[in-house]
Protein backbone atom coordinates (compact mmCIF):
# COMPACT_ATOMS: atom_id res chain seq x y z
CA UNK A 1 0.00 0.00 0.00
CA UNK A 2 1.44 3.00 -0.77
CA UNK A 3 0.07 5.49 1.36
CA UNK A 4 0.74 3.53 4.42
CA UNK A 5 2.51 4.70 7.31
CA UNK A 6 4.30 1.37 8.93
CA UNK A 7 3.91 2.85 12.13
CA UNK A 8 0.35 3.40 12.04
CA UNK A 9 -2.54 1.58 14.18
CA UNK A 10 -5.12 2.60 11.39
CA UNK A 11 -3.20 1.35 8.54
CA UNK A 12 -2.31 -1.59 10.01
CA UNK A 13 -6.08 -2.39 10.51
CA UNK A 14 -6.16 -0.96 6.41
CA UNK A 15 -3.60 -3.89 5.77
CA UNK A 16 -5.23 -6.55 8.32
CA UNK A 17 -2.28 -6.71 9.96
CA UNK A 18 -4.94 -6.02 13.10
CA UNK A 19 -8.14 -7.41 13.04
CA UNK A 20 -11.46 -5.05 12.87
CA UNK A 21 -15.26 -5.34 12.94
CA UNK A 22 -15.37 -3.57 9.70
CA UNK A 23 -18.72 -3.16 8.59
CA UNK A 24 -18.25 -0.89 5.39
CA UNK A 25 -15.71 -0.63 2.41
CA UNK A 26 -15.24 1.66 -0.43
CA UNK A 27 -12.74 2.43 -2.78
CA UNK A 28 -11.44 5.25 -0.66
CA UNK A 29 -12.97 4.97 3.23
CA UNK A 30 -13.38 1.79 5.45
CA UNK A 31 -15.15 1.83 8.56
CA UNK A 32 -15.50 -0.16 11.58
CA UNK A 33 -16.62 -0.12 15.49
CA UNK A 34 -14.45 1.83 17.95
CA UNK A 35 -13.01 -0.23 20.12
CA UNK A 36 -14.12 1.78 22.95
CA UNK A 37 -17.36 2.65 22.11
CA UNK A 38 -18.58 5.66 23.36
CA UNK A 39 -22.33 5.28 22.33
CA UNK A 40 -24.34 2.55 21.21
CA UNK A 41 -23.48 3.18 17.77
CA UNK A 42 -19.13 4.35 17.75
CA UNK A 43 -17.76 3.48 14.20
CA UNK A 44 -14.58 4.99 13.15
CA UNK A 45 -14.72 6.08 9.36
CA UNK A 46 -11.11 6.41 8.14
CA UNK A 47 -9.98 6.83 3.90
CA UNK A 48 -7.55 4.35 2.60
CA UNK A 49 -5.04 6.91 2.28
CA UNK A 50 -2.77 7.51 5.65
CA UNK A 51 -3.15 11.55 6.35
CA UNK A 52 -2.34 12.31 9.54
CA UNK A 53 -4.55 15.27 10.62
CA UNK A 54 -7.30 17.69 9.40
CA UNK A 55 -4.09 20.59 8.86
CA UNK A 56 -2.95 17.67 6.06
CA UNK A 57 -5.69 17.07 4.43
CA UNK A 58 -4.58 18.64 0.65
CA UNK A 59 -6.38 20.02 -2.37
CA UNK A 60 -6.14 16.70 -3.98
CA UNK A 61 -8.35 15.35 -0.67
CA UNK A 62 -11.13 16.75 -1.44
CA UNK A 63 -13.23 13.95 -2.97
CA UNK A 64 -11.59 11.32 -0.33
CA UNK A 65 -12.87 13.18 2.75
CA UNK A 66 -15.78 13.70 1.28
CA UNK A 67 -16.32 10.10 0.81
CA UNK A 68 -15.87 9.85 4.38
CA UNK A 69 -19.14 11.48 4.78
CA UNK A 70 -20.87 9.64 2.18
CA UNK A 71 -19.97 6.50 4.41
CA UNK A 72 -21.19 8.15 7.81
CA UNK A 73 -24.58 8.85 6.40
CA UNK A 74 -24.67 5.49 4.53
CA UNK A 75 -23.51 3.17 7.77
CA UNK A 76 -26.40 5.72 10.01
CA UNK A 77 -29.11 4.68 7.82
CA UNK A 78 -27.69 0.93 8.23
CA UNK A 79 -27.45 1.22 11.95
CA UNK A 80 -30.94 2.60 12.05
CA UNK A 81 -30.29 6.19 14.04
CA UNK A 82 -30.37 8.58 10.23
CA UNK A 83 -33.45 10.22 11.07
CA UNK A 84 -33.60 10.38 14.73
CA UNK A 85 -30.42 11.98 14.47
CA UNK A 86 -26.57 11.24 15.08
CA UNK A 87 -22.87 13.11 15.25
CA UNK A 88 -20.06 12.94 13.33
CA UNK A 89 -16.53 14.38 14.48
CA UNK A 90 -13.39 14.51 13.78
CA UNK A 91 -10.49 15.49 16.21
CA UNK A 92 -7.67 17.78 15.24
CA UNK A 93 -4.31 16.93 17.26
CA UNK A 94 -4.06 17.01 21.53
CA UNK A 95 -6.44 19.62 22.70
CA UNK A 96 -9.23 18.12 20.99
CA UNK A 97 -8.74 14.53 22.34
CA UNK A 98 -6.87 12.95 18.78
CA UNK A 99 -4.92 9.45 19.94
CA UNK A 100 -4.61 7.78 16.37
CA UNK A 101 -2.85 10.30 13.73
CA UNK A 102 -4.74 9.35 10.65
CA UNK A 103 -7.84 11.24 10.15
CA UNK A 104 -11.08 9.66 11.08
CA UNK A 105 -14.75 10.39 11.26
CA UNK A 106 -16.35 9.26 14.39
CA UNK A 107 -19.93 8.44 13.86
CA UNK A 108 -21.83 8.21 17.10
CA UNK A 109 -25.38 7.58 17.59
CA UNK A 110 -28.03 5.62 19.38
CA UNK A 111 -28.31 8.08 22.29
CA UNK A 112 -29.26 11.49 23.28
CA UNK A 113 -25.74 13.74 22.47
CA UNK A 114 -24.92 16.50 24.67
CA UNK A 115 -23.85 19.29 23.06
CA UNK A 116 -21.52 21.47 23.42
CA UNK A 117 -19.11 18.06 23.63
CA UNK A 118 -16.67 18.02 26.68
P1 LIG B 1 -9.20 9.88 18.41
O1 LIG B 1 -9.01 9.94 19.92
O2 LIG B 1 -10.13 10.90 17.86
O3 LIG B 1 -7.87 9.85 17.71
O4 LIG B 1 -9.93 8.50 18.13
C1 LIG B 1 -9.27 7.27 18.05
C2 LIG B 1 -10.31 6.22 18.29
O5 LIG B 1 -9.82 4.97 17.82
C3 LIG B 1 -10.69 6.03 19.76
O6 LIG B 1 -12.09 6.25 19.91
C4 LIG B 1 -10.28 4.61 20.06
O7 LIG B 1 -11.16 3.98 20.93
C5 LIG B 1 -10.31 3.97 18.68
N1 LIG B 1 -9.45 2.83 18.54
C6 LIG B 1 -8.16 2.71 18.93
N2 LIG B 1 -7.67 1.49 18.61
C7 LIG B 1 -8.68 0.83 17.99
C8 LIG B 1 -8.81 -0.48 17.42
N3 LIG B 1 -7.78 -1.36 17.41
N4 LIG B 1 -10.00 -0.82 16.87
C9 LIG B 1 -11.02 0.04 16.88
N5 LIG B 1 -10.96 1.28 17.38
C10 LIG B 1 -9.81 1.68 17.94
ZN1 LIG C 1 -2.29 5.54 8.67
Redo the contacts with the bound molecule.
Keep these: MPDANQDC?FCK?LAGD?P?DIIFESDTAIA?????AQAPTHV?IIPRKHIATINDIGEADQVIVGSLYLAASAIARDEGIAEVGYRVVM?CNAAA????FHI?L?LLGGRALGWPPG
Design positions: LIIAFRDINVNGQTVHH
